[in-house]
Structures are given as structure tokens and as C-alpha cells.
């Protein structure tokens, strides 16, 4: 059946009641045979030599023609919403493509065939869009996992990859994601300010202050918070504070952080390739990167191993390190490091990984996700245990929030207590300016 002819059987069905579904059904099938189409009028290896912004052009000029010639009467928009879903299609990832482009979104989820939801503002929501089968996830799902040397069936069922964009990716596939392919796309941070972090409610101006005092002291700082309450984002802020003059290594599992100073190292991990080898970890750059004489070490995220090597980097001579670590408060953060130390090939003494933690980390940062969706730092805290002691702190600053009504912005007061004497020295020999408030005896 022609295009034409497809779309006049759709229009009147459509008028017998099945309306959404008939003109979706309607899109998806114009957008299919525009897909056949296009492989008997392109010269495949001809494109292949063509940049991604030509390959893009000459596709919408090609599909362009082929509407004049076969298809419909639609409206501009209506035309060029379809070259465009076609152009997606053919090269990149289809329905997602307009979603990679929305700056608002900070997560983009696919369930299946026929649901996708996104994250703004820090809220879920389902959008009006569905891939026209699951093969057309599946193709996706290629296109994504080819950029990396990856791949994904029944044997390997689960796959963790990087857009060119730099969006990470999480792909699950039956028989393991019961209800169909899954798709978890995390967008690519924006580099924020410290002064559009206050602006956002994320801190206050003497909190930014103190930030910037500790990390010019050198103290070890800990960025602690659940999925989603910006860690990298407050570390990539916290990162300006660091001297122009200072060699800096960065390490991640996905390079993300986009530091402004001229000697930054970035360092990526790599997953194992499709026979299993050349793997890379976050633990074996740790390593590497204490014999690249760096002023500072920053570890995107620490989930393994890893943290023992940290740790003794701390201890060892590289003060003013910062990481990000997963949990949800300061406690747990210290608990969730020593176990992450276990994760390694030395077996050490429970006391002997607290004493390491005690002597390394001068201060853990918590982040939150408040009700709002709105994200903010909740507390800072300063370690004070020594030598054979549980873990004991010292809030320097706490966020105290208001009962929520539901609708507006979550307000509270931020209560503040003076910077140990120990720390403060540091911070003053280094030429900082600790602000009044964390002050003692102010």
C-alpha cells in the first residue's frame, strides 16, 4: 500500500472513533516506509564518508523529496516533525534524539516499547511517546552499545555505556527486564557556578565561603548524597576553588567533570570488550595516578575497591582530594567507605580501616533531594574521631527544613557551629578566610 493510501485508510478509520491510537499508528507507519524509502535512494557508502551534520542534511533533503512525490498534504510543522522522526531514525536514536536536545531534562527512561519517562525539575514524568515496536528499541539499543564495542542478547543480558555526548547509559534486556527492553539514559551534567548554586537554593553565600576555605586548606572532603542529589555537580562547583597553579587528576567511571583550570588530567575507566579483556577500573587508575605527581586526586565516584587505595592517597601525602560516595547521611557515608575498603584484595582489621578513614577524611558534604525535587546541601560535618574510635562528628552546618505544603518551594534555616580548631589552622595557614559564622567564639 502506497503512503498516500496508508494515511487516507488511517484518516478514515480515524473517523469510526479509533482516534490516538489510529493517527499514532498512522505517524509510525509514514515514518516506516519513509525508513525503505530512503535505502533505495541513498548511496549507503557514499554517506558513510560525510560528517554526522552532512549525513544529517542530505537524509532531510532526500526524505523532503520523497514526501513531495509520495506523501500526504501536511502542514509544515506536521512535514517537518516527520523528516525529522525519519532523519532520527535512520541515524541516530529515534524518538530519543529530541530528548538528548531538551536541556530541561535531566534523565530520560525507556520501559519497554510503549512508555517513556523523562526527569525535570527533579520529577518523574511520562510523555506522550512510544517507539513503533520493540525492534525499534532493539535498534536503539545497537546504536548505543556499537559507539562502546559492547553488545547485548540473551548472554549478555546487561550493558553500562556512554554516549559520543556524553550521557551515561544503562541498558537491561530480557529475560532479565521481565517486561521489555529498559533504557536508563543519565544526561551529561551542566557545569553550575558556586554563585548559580546559590542562586539555585543549593547553599548560601557563607556556606560557599566555607566550601572554598576547606578546599583551599587542603582538607579531604567527602561529597555524600542518593542517586540524583547532584554530587557531581556540587564537586565540579567545588573544583574552582582549587589554585590555578596545582596539578590536578580527575578519575571517573564516565568523564563527566569539566574543571576551568589549565592543568587538569582526566582519566576514564574502560569496561572489558566483548570477549571479556581490556577492562580498566577506577581502582587501577587510583593506582596509576599516585605515580603522576598530582597536587590533588578527584574521584568521581567511589563504589569499590578503590576506597582503600584512596584512603592511603589521602594519608600519604595528597591532602585536598575529593570524591563522591553514595549515601544518605554523614554516618552512613563513613559505614558505606569502610565497606567499600573490604571490596579490595587486602584484608585488613576492621580497627585497622577505621583508623585509616579517621586519619584520612577531614570533612563529608551531604547532599539531599528535598521534597520539591529541588537539590541542596543538608549538612557538613567534620570528622573528629581519632585512633581506635568509632566514628564521631562535628556539624558545622545543618539545613533544618520547614513542613512542605505540597506546592511551593521547601524553605527551613541553615544552623551553623564554629570549625575545629585543627582544621581552622590549616585553612588560615593556607590563606583562606573561614566566614564569621564557623568562627569559634563569633
Known amino acids: 500500500m502506497s503512503l498516500k493510501n496508508r494515511v487516507k485508510a488511517g484518516a478514515s478509520s480515524a473517523l469510526d472513533g479509533g482516534g490516538g491510537a489510529l493517527a499514532r499508528s498512522t505517524d ?38 520523497l514526501l513531495t512525490r509520495e506523501g500526504p498534504l501536511l502542514s509544515n510543522r506536521e512535514r517537518s516533525a516527520l523528516v525529522r522522526r525519519t532523519v532520527d531514525e535512520a541515524l541516530g536514536l529515534g524518538i530519543l534524539e529530541p530528548l538528548l536536545k531538551d536541556d530541561t531534562i535531566t534523565e530520560i527512561m525507556v520501559n519497554g516499547a510503549n512508555q517513556v519517562f523523562v526527569e525535570r525539575a527533579g520529577r518523574l514524568q511520562l510523555l506522550p511517546l512510544r517507539f513503533s515496536s520493540e525492534d525499534q528499541v532493539y535498534q536503539a539499543i545497537d546504536r548505543i552499545v556499537a559507539g562502546v564495542n559492547r553488545r ?10 556512554r554516549l559520543a555526548t556524553g550521557e551515561r547509559v544503562n541498558v537491561i534486556v530480557p529475560p532479565l527486564a521481565v517486561d521489555g ?16 548554586l546559590v542562586e539555585m537554593g543549593a547553599l548560601d553565600e557563607e556556606t560557599t565561603a566555607l566550601l572554598g576555605a576547606m578546599v583551599l586548606g587542603k582538607l579531604n572532603i567527602i561529597i555524600s548524597g542518593g542517586t540524583g542529589s547532584g554530587k557531581t555537580t556540587m564537586l565540579n562547583a567545588l573544583s574552582s576553588f582549587i589554585p590555578e597553579r596545582e596539578r590536578i587528576v580527575t ?30 577500573t577506577i581502582r587501577d587508575l587510583v593506582r596509576n595516578s599516585l605515580r603522576m605527581r598530582p597536587d590533588r586526586i578527584i574521584v568521581g565516584e567511589t563504589r569499590g575497591g578503590e576506597a582503600l587505595d584512596m584512603l592511603q592517597a589521602m594519608n600519604t601525602g595528597h591532602e585536598g582530594s575529593l570524591a563522591t560516595i553514595h549515601a544518605n547521611g554523614v554516618l552512613d557515608a563513613l559505614l558505606r567507605m569502610e565497606t567499600l575498603c573490604t571490596m579490595s584484595e587486602i584484608d585488613l582489621p576492621d580497627a585497622t580501616l577505621r583508623d585509616q578513614i579517621n586519619t ?4 563529608v558534604v551531604q547532599l539531599s533531594r528535598l521534597a520539591d525535587g529541588s537539590r541542596r546541601i543538608v549538612e557538613i560535618a567534620a570528622l573528629m574521631s581519632e585512633h581506635r574510635e568509632d566514628y564521631r562528628s562535628h556539624s558545622l552546618m545543618k539545613f533544618e527544613a520547614d513542613p512542605w505544603d505540597g506546592a511551593s518551594k521547601v524553605t527551613g534555616r541553615v544552623v551553623t557551629q564554629p570549625l575545629p580548631p585543627k582544621l581552622m589552622e590549616r585553612c588560615l595557614i593556607a590563606g583562606a578566610t573561614v566566614p564569621p559564622a564557623y568562627r569559634a567564639g563569633l
Request: glycine residues 2%.
Open 251 to 280: 578519575i571517573e567511571d564516565a568523564a563527566e567533570l569539566s574543571l576551568q583550570q589549565q592543568h587538569v588530567i582526566r582519566l576514564e575507566a574502560r569496561p572489558p570488550n566483548v570477549e571479556g579483556q581490556g577492562q580498566v
Open 152 to 161: 547485548v542478547d540473551e548472554s549478555s543480558p546487561m550493558v553500562d555505556a
Open 360 to 363: 584520612a577524611i577531614d570533612i
Open 181 to 196: 527492553p529498559t533504557i536508563t539514559i543519565r544526561r551529561f551534567p551542566k557545569p553550575y557556578t558556586m554563585a548559580q
Open 28 to 65: 509510525d507507519d509514514m515514518a516506516a516506509h519513509l525508513r525503505t524509502l530512503l535505502l533505495t535512494e541513498v548511496n549507503l557508502s557514499e554517506l558513510s564518508a560525510l560528517s554526522e551534520e552532512s549525513k544529517r542534511a542530505r537524509l532531510e533533503r532526500v526524505v523532503s523529496v
